[in-house]
């Protein structure tokens, strides 16, 4: 229940028409987390917002979820895109079905948001460098540059990018 009040307490103090991308990783339920606060900014409540938290959440902080969502406007779901890097493996379908991007490296995560115009394609490269840096092998980042094209069906010019 704690990012779900951390993102609600971060909406409150937010301009009405932002936007979110939400960065995270699948070792908690951070997917979840993120798609159910889209849910709720875009007016989830009441028993239906109760079915929806997880078990473990806690009657103290369900009542303070309720109580955050009480004043805040009902908008379309303001989150853009989760990024969720794969830390544990989890099922790559389930978490796309929730509206996630399950990656297996920033460099992933960077092609994508380049091909959603949010960064420049140089970043593509610039994260690229920084991996080799980093001793991360050109046969790693080859792989994980086609794993993106065919995953995300994102273009060919995004790997290209990564290869330089």
Not at 47 to 52: N, S, T
Not at 121 to 138: Q, S
Request: aromatic share 8%; glycine share 6%.
């Amino acid at each position: 229940g704690y990012k779900l009040r951390a993102l609600l307490l971060y909406r409150r103090e937010l301009p009405d028409g932002a936007r979110f991308l939400l960065f995270g990783d699948d070792s908690e339920a951070d997917a979840e987390v993120f798609a159910l606060f889209g849910e709720v900014c875009a007016g989830l409540r009441d028993e239906e917002l109760e079915r929806a938290l997880p078990a473990k959440v806690a009657r103290w902080e369900r009542k303070e979820i309720r109580a955050l969502t009480e004043d805040l406007p009902r908008r379309d779901n303001p989150v853009d895109g989760i990024f969720i890097h794969l830390a544990k493996g989890n099922d790559l379908e389930a978490l796309r079905a929730r509206g996630a991007y399950p990656t297996h490296s920033y460099l992933q995560t960077a092609m994508i948001l380049a091909h959603q115009g949010y960064i420049a394609p140089e970043a593509v490269t610039a994260v690229a460098k920084m991996l080799r840096r980093r001793l991360i092998t050109e046969a790693q980042i080859g792989s994980w540059a086609e794993d993106a094209l065919d995953r995300f069906e994102l273009p060919e010019a995004l790997a290209a990018r990564a290869r330089e």
